[in-house]
């Protein structure tokens, strides 16, 4: 069956500080993987997303994220974090033989000024 | 483009009574997929639609029940409310059963009394 796991439920990091996300997933065959952004009070917004090619995929907001297919990793990172980009963040699969996205059980972000 | 609407945005019931959920796609969307997303179990797949039939089902009671309609609106009923289906309800839409890209509306918030 597939899974999603992340590892940081809560993370706390001071504005221009450096994010990583670690996502890793168990499927055994081909995946697309995505990351989801839940802004306090608004809707899931896809942040990016990988179906094949280029394994490092850049997203909206200066998010950018590398599968590692060897690691079942799909971590998502930023260079120097905003105070508007504290939200709650979501990996989530879906493996080519099946119908539904697997989604991790999220990672909150706070970003102090 | 219109983003993928839900009705209502929020509601408050008590246990035993059944409620229904309103989801409008983006338009030119046929397939629709509803979530359960509560702290304790993060997001769950419980049903997809496509051409007014139920293609896939997650693991819920049959208590969730839903259909779609031929202009791809999708209503989700719960039958016989218990104080554990308290959740946000997401809906999200997709051009087809075969794209992975699903766009998510804003959910409607169910309280259970």
């Known amino acids: 069956a597939q899974s999603v796991s992340q590892h940081n439920h809560h993370v706390i990091l001071s504005e221009a500080a450096s994010l990583e996300l670690g996502c890793n997933y168990s499927y055994g065959g081909t995946v697309n993987l995505f990351w989801y952004v839940q802004y306090p009070g608004q809707h899931l917004q896809l942040l990016l997303k990988?179906?094949?090619?280029?394994?490092l995929v850049k997203g909206i907001k200066g998010f950018e994220a590398e599968f590692i297919k060897s690691k079942f990793s799909f971590n998502l990172r930023k260079p120097s974090v905003q105070w508007s980009d504290t939200a709650e963040y979501f990996c989530?699969?879906?493996?080519?033989?099946?119908?539904?996205?697997?989604f991790g059980s999220g990672t909150r972000l706070l970003v102090r000024p | 483009k219109a983003g993928v609407t839900q009705t209502p945005r929020y509601l408050i019931k008590t246990r035993g009574q059944q409620v229904t959920l309103s989801c409008s796609p983006i338009s030119g969307h046929r397939s629709v997929s509803w979530y359960q997303q509560t702290p304790g179990q993060g997001l769950q797949f419980l049903f997809e639609y496509f051409s007014e039939t139920q293609r896939n089902k997650g693991n819920f009671p049959g208590r969730f029940s839903g259909r779609q309609f031929s202009n791809s609106r999708s209503e989700m009923n719960v039958s016989t409310l218990e104080l554990g289906d308290s959740a946000l309800y997401l809906c999200a839409s997709s051009r087809s059963l075969a794209d992975n890209e699903q766009f998510f509306g804003p959910g409607t918030r169910l309280t259970v009394l």
């Open positions: 989530a699969v879906k493996g080519d033989s099946s119908y539904k996205l697997i």
């Open positions: 990988y179906f094949s090619g280029d394994p």
